[in-house]
């Protein structure tokens, strides 16, 4: 899967979990960044990302995530690998 399709995907989750369809993922995006991004919010996007792309996060892969930027990487690399 191409790093834009990753990104539109990933897009159609934040709009759905966070409730903002005006949301517009950038690299360096992170929680301080979005509205009611919360420890509750971030497992449901995490659970819905699972699911979205069929896969699943190791905890220590989750630990390293600091931005949107880190998210797509992992996704792009369990997708590939």
């Known amino acids: 899967m191409e790093k834009n399709e990753i990104i539109e995907k990933l897009t159609l989750v934040f709009h759905e979990v966070f409730g903002d369809n005006n949301i517009v993922l950038r690299n360096d ?28 996060f190791k905890l220590k892969e989750l630990n390293k995530l600091k931005n949107v930027g880190d998210l797509c990487n992992t996704i792009e690399g369990k997708l590939q690998g």
């Open 29 to 56: 995006m992170s929680a301080a960044d979005i509205e009611n991004w919360d420890s509750l919010t971030h497992m449901l996007m995490i659970t819905k990302v699972e699911e979205v792309f069929g896969i699943r």
